[in-house]
């Protein structure tokens, strides 16, 4: 998985949340955090790489829309990258209030 982008990245993370998403689902969920809107010619070639990786399966919903579904590839992928991630920001965003000098921390380093 280090060999994708960031929006590759993020593309996966919400078609694997997503319940068997079409293309437009991925996009209009992903433009809730991104302040750009995302155009086709952007979307669509980085979901078929997606595929090519093995991440994604496309899957014909009907004659002119597709689905995207998260492989078991994709799944383990996507289960590492967190693992990695929480090795560093774990403690960030906790709620206790005891721990608010261990977040500075985190954070500063």
Same mark, same amino acid.
């Given at each position: 998985?280090? @060999? ?5 990245? @993020?593309?996966?993370?919400?078609a694997? %949340?997503?319940?068997?998403? =079409?293309g ?6 992903? &433009?809730?955090? !991104? #302040? +750009? ?5 952007r979307? !669509?070639? =980085?979901?078929?790489?997606?595929? &090519?990786? %093995?991440?994604?399966?496309? +899957?014909? +919903?009907? &004659?002119? #829309?597709?689905? !995207?579904?998260? #492989? ?13 991630? @929480? ?20 954070? +500063?380093?």
């Open positions: 998985m280090d @060999d994708l982008t960031g929006f590759q990245r @993020d593309l996966l993370v919400v694997a %949340g997503l319940d068997e998403p =079409n437009l689902d991925v996009k209009d969920e992903l &433009e809730t955090y !991104y #302040t +750009a809107d995302i155009n086709h010619g979307l !669509y070639p =980085n979901l078929d790489t997606l595929v &090519e990786k %093995g991440l994604l399966e496309k +899957a014909k +919903a009907d &004659e002119r #829309t597709n689905r !995207y579904l998260l #492989t078991d590839r994709g799944e383990r992928e996507l289960r590492s990258r967190r693992e990695w991630e @929480d090795r560093y920001v774990d403690d960030v965003g906790r709620d206790d209030d005891d721990d608010e000098d261990d977040e500075r921390t985190v954070l +500063a380093n």
